[in-house]
């Protein structure tokens, strides 16, 4: 197998991309060999300028390689070629496979059943709520959940996922740099339980460009991808329109008509996505093992139907995943202010209904439609 050291310094070079460094490959067929050709013989690769080739210095790159080296060691990283044989099979086979995978935490995870679930990073209550479940759901069911470590719809994945199984964060920086900064704890916590991915070297600040050459590692790696939120400029369309590319499943699970932020996931619906009401819609699309566990929903209708009085169960229908105002509530149960006040407070307290700001309410749990 082609040194480490050798891949570490081709893929340090500076100006050549995934796509240069796969035609130099072509050629040269080890990252050595690249090193120690002469400028001349480099120049008659398509796409090699002289630009380039001037910063090709093997010594130097060298010694940059010996240094990451020496980081990856403190750091616990595990770096993989793509010749490595750890290296995920489904990721090998897309347009611009990473050279380079740095990876913190169970390098095998890469290699498993893996799907993933992208959204808007200003999420909604709702959208957050749908990613947890469903993510943990996955999780239960053997399933690797793969995403961003960004804001919003990629945190409650994670979240959802560490809480029933395992999950892999996509990162478009280097694996020393948090972000977004608030993430440091969910870092620590992925990489324990799952694994952090970068292709970047270390030190790599997130700029905006890296995110979109992420997303093609969050679909590559995976079976299919589910799009929770997405406005209709969202980054996550951009994994769902990889995905496509690659030639993974695509899913998309309805929100508001009325909210901007179901606008992208709509639109992947009409365009033929896969309708998700629930995860088992997932499993059996790809395949997979499903019913693993009985549905949320039979569960907690099973569970209102001994543990609520009547009264109880009568406002708590009246109640949905989205917020309504208690004076909503009040006019559409047709009961007194001081009951509706006193059976909120009740199922609140038996973790049924969370109380939001605005004397709104809503149900914890979507498991109607998970």
Sequence with gaps: MTPLRDWLSLTLIPGLGNVLMARLLAVYEEPAAVLEASARDLCQVPGIGKKLVQAIDAPALRRAADLELQKAEQEQVTILTFNDPRYPELLRHIYSPPLLLYVQGDVELLSTTCVAMVGS??????????????????????????????????????????????????????????????????????????????????????????????????????????????????????????????????????????????????????????LVQSVDDILQELGLRAGLEPREGQTEKKRLGTALTPEEERLYGWLDVYPQNIDELIQNSHMAPDKVAELLLLLELKGLIESLSGNQYQKVSAAHII
Excluded: W
């Design 121 to 274: 990073r200003a999420a909604t209550v709702y959208g957050k709520r749908i990613a947890t479940h469903m993510a943990q759901r996955l999780a239960a069911s053997h399933v690797t959940v793969v995403s961003g470590v960004a804001l919003g719809i990629d945190a409650a994945a994670h979240a959802g996922a560490l809480a029933g199984g395992k999950t892999i964060g996509v990162l478009g920086c280097g694996l020393d740099v948090v972000y977004p900064r608030q993430h440091r704890q969910l870092y620590q916590e992925i990489a324990a339980q799952g694994a952090l991915v970068s292709e970047y070297p270390f030190g790599t600040i997130p700029e905006a460009y890296r995110f979109p050459s992420r997303n093609r590692i969050i679909s590559g790696v995976s079976l299919g991808v589910v799009v929770v939120e997405a406005a209709h400029k969202s980054g996550s369309l951009i994994t769902a329109r990889l995905a496509l590319e690659q030639g993974r499943d695509v899913f998309a699970i309805p929100g508001r008509i009325d909210s901007l932020k179901s606008c992208g996931v709509h639109r992947l619906l009409q365009e033929g996505a896969t």
